[in-house]
């Protein structure tokens, strides 16, 4: 099977859903949008975390607006409030706690108070009174007006400078002057000098549509009831505000009193959908790695001067969840964390059923599982992406182009390039050697020697077997393709005596033991027992291991590769993200070909972690590197002193797989094949090499163009170089090649591109 069909409309495919509560659970795993634990503390929802992070640099203006947005009075508050938010400081778990009560106290002192003209303010058309004074009544008054209720204040006192000094005793001084100066410039209407009794509320009462009172007050006009709360409704309804035992507790029952009265306001039952009030927990994951400011900055009398506010801010280490952002290439490109990412694509694939923006961002993803391990709670983005693009292939969704090219790379490993051989003399074999297809395409001399070595030191002969494993496919989410792979495999294995598998590439290995493989082993593990082949050189030198995402989680593979690599006299540099921590190389979940740019991006995260060369035990991983210009060395090379040179481009990976068949099947079984001999001869200038590698255009495809233009005789001539320009559709591309001729039968290709569309011809 050379081509692969397109999707096509009329199709009807089962669509593998996910269910909502699936979804739900998955996502919940992710702690990025979890408030910090300062602001979890906080029953009224400060944002502490952006309000440290403004007054550290230096911009106290938008620290008090973040302020007010909790506290109609922040002088108030800030004098007053009990902070349980300081308690649960993280920098606490290794010195001192930040002292937000003085920095939110230096913030309502120094900031500068903005508030918008009357002409951009709207008024409700419901009135609001409240009777009586006392710190609820006035933080609720300044709740409801900034709510743009219009609030009228019935009070005993003889006017606001004594409401003030009732409500909050503890202001003094410049607070005080300021607070009041606050409390005059809000819309608020006050009437003072009333007596607070039943016949002054019954006259009071029609004018308003929402009526609430204070403590103190309520008990005058229902001395007779239960215990009521501060908030009555009118017509004599009432609900519950909460107690009010200091200053916080005071402004979170005005802020619930408020909420309720808004509610009512607009015919709504105040009981439901209320959002979570109040303090919460939070499932924040904080690295305190890098807390380094240990010891608060001492509080002199008087509070914190505008320049100590700021040095004590600056110690906050803004308390945030970004491991896999940290870590990982791929969400880093795409700016999201993962519990947002994997809705957009859920709802991608579940409801909207196919959306070509989220397309790249699924089919980008490596696959490779690091997330799932840097992540505290371990969210695994590699099976949203995964279980989305099966989805999208079942519902004939998914474009076949991103993965089209390694998906028929994969057809060539399994058909033209595809060996399964016992070892000469055997007919049936103990073990097989199957090295996977990227060891073949960039190195095959040393597939060679690593067989022969077998061959040669293990009883009970040694099988070779060269295709793919079928992770292309899997990757690809096109799960038919990969079963077709996983069925040629048992089949040949069958007729080879169900040996044990020796892999010589982690992926294939995990992918193998997943289909379920009866046994398995990695070559590293063989080399480990039956020891390193004479005459090794030892290297003495040090480079930086690179561990294979195919190995994540198999801490047996990692320790026998050091061990290796030891034994080779390679001093092995410590790097960060090592282990299963590891990132992907840009191969793995077919990156590389869906979008390169994020397959860049994660070559550059793996190399930044060390200056030192690479040494690697996947072939993938060492082409990578090669090809990003880093020195790279897969341990196979090391073991058996091959050298794989300059990274391959695409037709050469694919000459190198059929040569080193060919050569084989004549070296050892005495089998001859057909080596393809062109009737022309063909030359590519280096721009047109690199050209084609970069877009995925093999020699084959142009050898395809220039036999059609020899049989038809069309080409396009560009007048300006005068080149010839010919194309040809082959499966679902259609291919153009600019060349020169010299003479009948040579030609030289300067520019190669290609398109999915097709060219019609129209006769007549």
């Known amino acids: 099977m050379s081509q692969i069909q397109e999707r096509g409309s009329t199709h009807v495919y089962k669509v593998n859903k996910i269910s909502k509560e699936e979804m739900e659970s998955m996502v919940a795993r992710c702690v990025y949008e979890q408030p910090p634990f300062c602001s979890a503390a906080c029953p009224l929802k400060l944002d502490v975390r952006a309000l440290l992070k403004a007054a550290a640099g230096g911009s106290f203006k938008k620290a008090l607006q973040l302020y007010e947005k909790i ?58 009174a409240v009777f009586g004074s006392g710190l609820f009544a006035l933080l609720l008054a300044g709740e409801l007006e900034k709510k743009a209720y219009p609030v009228t204040v019935f009070c005993e006192e003889p006017d606001e400078e004594s409401y003030l000094r009732t409500a909050a005793p503890f202001l003094d001084g410049d607070c005080f002057a300021l607070e009041l100066k606050r409390l005059r410039g809000k819309e608020i209407r006050f009437v003072c000098g009333c007596r607070l009794d039943a016949a002054f509320y019954e006259q009071q009462k029609p004018a308003f549509d929402v009526l609430c009172a204070s403590d103190e007050v309520r008990s005058k006009l229902f001395p007779e009831s239960v215990p009521i709360p501060e908030l009555m409704i009118c017509e004599d309804e009432r609900l519950i505000s909460g107690p009010t035992e200091g200053v916080l507790d005071a402004a979170f029952g005005a802020k619930k009193a408020a909420l309720t009265v808004d509610r009512l306001a607009q015919k709504l039952d105040p009981r439901n959908t209320r959002g979570q009030e109040g303090a919460t927990e939070s499932r924040l994951y904080t690295d305190l790695s890098d807390a380094k400011a240990l010891y608060r900055v001492a509080v002199p009398e008087g509070g914190y001067s505008k320049e100590q506010a ?22 880093k490109h795409y700016k999201k964390h993962p519990g947002l990412l994997a809705r957009e694509i859920y709802n991608n694939t579940q409801i909207i059923m ?13 696959l490779c599982g690091q997330c799932s391990v840097v992540c505290p709670n371990g969210f695994d983005m590699a099976r949203v992406c995964h279980l989305a693009r099966q989805n999208m292939v079942s519902t004939d969704k998914m474009p076949l182009a991103p993965h089209e090219f390694a998906l ?15 070892q000469p003399g055997f007919t049936s074999c103990r073990y097989v050697f199957f090295p996977g297809c990227q060891a073949a395409a960039i190195a095959p001399d040393t597939v060679r020697a690593a067989y022969e070595d077998l061959c040669a030191r293990l009883d009970g002969g040694v099988a070779l077997m060269l295709g793919c494993c079928g992770a292309i496919a899997d990757w690809a989410g096109r799960t038919e393709m990969a079963r077709q792979a996983h069925e040629l495999l048992d089949r040949e294995l069958a007729r080879l005596g169900d040996p044990v598998v020796i892999a010589g590439c982690p992926s294939c290995a995990k992918e193998l033991r997943e289909h379920g493989v009866r046994e398995l082993r990695g070559i590293w593990e063989v080399l480990e027992e039956i020891g390193l082949p004479e005459g090794v050189r030892r290297l ?39 282990g299963d921590r590891s990132p992907c190389c840009g191969y793995g979940g077919l990156t590389a070909y869906a979008n390169r740019e994020v397959a860049g991006e994660m070559t550059e995260k793996c190399l930044e ?64 094949t057909a080596e393809m001999k062109l009737e022309f001869s063909l030359n590519y200038t280096e721009d047109a090499r690199r050209m084609m590698d970069t877009r995925m255009i093999l020699t084959e495809d142009v050898i395809a163009v220039l036999r059609d233009f020899r049989e038809t005789g069309e080409a396009i001539l560009d007048g300006e170089d005068g080149m010839l320009v010919a194309r040809k559709r082959v499966g679902n591309a259609t291919f153009w090649v600019k060349f020169t001729q010299e003479g009948e039968d040579a030609y030289t290709v300067h520019r190669a591109y290609s398109h999915r569309m097709q060219v019609v011809k129209r006769e007549g």
């Open 310 to 331: 700021m040095e004590e801010a600056g110690r906050c280490i803004q308390c945030h969840c970004e491991e896999c952002l940290k870590s990982c290439a791929y969400l």
């Open 609 to 672: 972690r060390s200056d030192e060369p690479y040494l690697s035990y996947c072939m993938a991983c060492r082409d990578r590197f090669a090809r990003q210009g880093r020195e790279s060395r897969h341990i196979l090379e090391l073991c058996y002193g091959t050298d794989a040179g300059a990274p391959p481009d695409i037709s050469e990976k694919r000459r190198n797989r059929l040569t080193l068949k060919r050569e084989l099947l004549w070296e050892l079984w005495q089998e001859e």
């Open 71 to 128: 506290a109609p009075f922040p002088l108030i508050l800030s004098q007053g409030c009990e902070a349980p938010c300081e308690g649960k400081c993280r920098l606490g778990e290794c010195g001192e706690g930040l002292a937000i009560r003085e920095i939110e106290r230096a913030v309502a002192r120094f900031g500068e108070q903005s508030r918008l003209g009357g002409v951009f303010r709207t008024s409700k058309r419901q009135k609001v």
């Open 354 to 366: 196919g959306d070509h923006q989220l397309n790249k961002p699924m089919n980008a993803c490596s």
């Open 540 to 578: 003495e030198r040090p480079m930086a291991l690179h561990d294979s995402c195919g190995a994540r989680g198999d801490a047996a593979t990692q320790a026998s590769i050091r061990r290796l690599a030891e034994a080779l006299g390679v001093r092995l540099t410590d790097t960060p993200y090592s």
């Open 408 to 422: 028929l790379d994969m057809l060539f490993s399994n058909g033209d390039a595809f060996l399964a051989r016992p």
